[in-house]
């Protein structure tokens, strides 16, 4: 008689000590999973699921400016100091961390137009104001001190409305009726360029070549500037006005500008007399019609949307190639007013005057998230913090608000395993993010009424358009193909000067 038993070799599964773990075996050569892409299809729906349920953006409230916040900056060198001015002419420096405000200065006379940190060292920032004064501040006397008196002001011809600092120096540049380089307590420019008559309301630093120089004038031209040269590198000029513009940390060449435009439908309820004042002063103020001194001849309804019907966009330049916009950024129902990059350069964050800040990706047409509350009215400014964590938006009714980058990220110490989940469930979104009802789930948005209104009406206005172009190039005889205009290219008028 035989007996057939299955036995196994105790050295294969059994420890050999105490102190060390029991063996495991595994099968090398077990056969596929018939239902895996299934099971891993059900885990990136229920993953895309959870991470809108989960998506809470709104972290902090930043309150005790007691007027409209109009600039914000951050430190080089430390990510949780942030700088805010305001339009009663009050600066803040805050601290992210403890969530307080470290100083309170009475900076300016009027609105504060720009803040710049020094590269350097970082003991030192720049403050321009409505009131034609450049300041110069130390942080440590400030912050430990208390000194409310700048250590160093100048009064300049005419008002300055931007400034920025040279990377890797102490220098700054500072833009109004035309581009100043300085020195610290100097007390005229090292050098001046006149670029002609009209105003320059925004110009920025490249953070890597500390020569080059981007500006914004108010005849809706671009610049490009060489420090080291007396005229421009290259100018280009756009059927819609640009408000800010922010250098990608991470490619020397790369930047985006924050664009309006608006119908001139939107004048048909005013006099002429207001409609010839509201011409006047867009070209200068843009959307920022509470800086305007005169008040307008009559009440033109600021707070309407009906007022200003604009299709607003961002644009990404390659200062290389500034025939036309690389990238268009679309998404904004009314003026985009300011702009900042992440430190890791893939992503961007935009103001706009519809209530509402929207995050971009840099290669990306459209947001890939938008944040508002019931509250907060326009949004003035925004800064993406130096770790690249939070988002941070001044809004004119006083209050600076901190948001997560990724509004569905759990803040706080994270477990082994809660990182190893929190990745395996990205990888199966971004595996899975092109299937219909996943990306339908991702993308999906609640915005308020005014917003989503506007976009339809927008919408129906671009739809009418581009079927009013095609019947005008079929009645010239041309195909579809040949009357194709992309978007990067309406937008510009003529080509680059040199």
């Known amino acids: ?234 100018k280009v000029t756009m059927k819609m006005r640009p408000n800010k513009v922010s250098w990608n940390p991470m490619e020397a060449y790369s930047f985006t500008v924050a664009s309006e435009d608006f119908s001139p439908k939107s004048f048909k309820n005013c006099s002429g007399t207001a409609q010839k004042w509201f011409l006047v002063n867009f070209q200068l103020f843009g959307s920022n019609f509470e800086a305007i001194s005169p008040k307008p001849p009559q009440k033109l309804l600021w707070n309407s949307l009906e007022m200003l019907q604009k299709t607003a966009n961002l644009y990404t330049f390659d200062m290389r190639y500034m025939e036309h916009p690389v990238q268009s950024h679309q998404g904004f129902t009314s003026a985009v007013l300011d702009v900042d990059y992440s430190p890791t350069g893939q992503e961007f964050v935009a103001a706009g005057y519809d209530r509402s800040i929207r995050l971009f990706k840099a290669r990306d047409m459209t947001s890939r998230d938008v944040y508002y509350t019931k509250r907060m009215a326009s949004v003035l400014s925004v800064l993406w913090s130096a770790d690249s964590k939070f988002v941070l938006s001044g809004s004119n009714e006083m209050n600076i608000r901190v948001w997560k980058a990724n509004a569905a990220e759990k803040l706080g110490p994270l477990t082994k395993r809660e990182k190893q989940a929190f990745a395996y469930n990205e990888k199966l979104r971004e595996t899975y993010k092109n299937h219909p009802d996943v990306r339908r789930i991702a993308k999906h948005r609640n915005v308020p009424r005014h917003i989503f209104t506007a976009a339809k009406e927008h919408k129906l206005i671009r739809d009418a358009r581009a079927r009013r172009d095609l019947r005008r190039a079929k009645a010239q005889g041309l195909d579809e193909e040949e009357s194709y205009l992309p978007q990067t290219q309406k937008v510009m008028l003529g080509d680059a000067e040199m």
């Not at 321009?128 to 430990?144: M, P, T």
């Not at 002001?153 to 120096?169: E, K, N, R, T």
């Not at 001046?192 to 009209?198: A, C, E, F, R």
Request: glycine share 6%.
């Open 1 to 234: 008689m035989k007996i057939k038993v299955i036995s196994r070799n105790p050295n294969t599964y059994q420890r050999e000590t105490v102190d060390k773990r029991n063996k495991i075996v595994r099968n090398f050569n077990t056969p596929a999973d018939p239902f895996r892409a299934q099971t891993e299809y059900t885990r990136a729906l229920n993953a895309t699921k959870l991470e809108r349920v989960f998506a809470k953006p709104f972290v902090a409230s930043l309150d005790g400016h007691v007027d409209g916040v109009q600039v914000l900056a951050k430190h080089p060198n430390r990510p949780s100091t942030v700088f805010s001015g305001a339009r009663d002419g009050q600066v803040k420096i805050w601290n992210l961390a403890s969530r307080e405000c470290q100083a309170t200065l009475d900076a300016h006379r009027g609105l504060v137009n720009d803040i710049s940190v020094d590269n350097n060292n970082g003991e030192n920032f720049v403050t321009v104001g409505q009131d034609a004064q450049l300041k110069y501040w130390k942080i440590s006397s400030v912050v430990e001190s208390q000194q409310k008196t700048p250590a160093h002001s100048i009064a300049i011809d005419g008002i300055v409305y931007g400034v920025s600092h040279l990377s890797f120096s102490s220098d700054f540049v500072t833009c109004g009726e035309d581009i100043s380089v300085w020195k610290p307590f100097r007390e005229t420019p090292l050098r001046s360029y006149n670029l002609g008559t009209d105003t320059i309301h925004a110009c920025r630093a490249n953070p890597i070549e500390e020569n080059v120089i981007v500006g914004c004038r108010s005849d809706r031209s671009i610049f490009v500037l060489d420090t080291r040269q007396d005229v421009p590198l290259k």
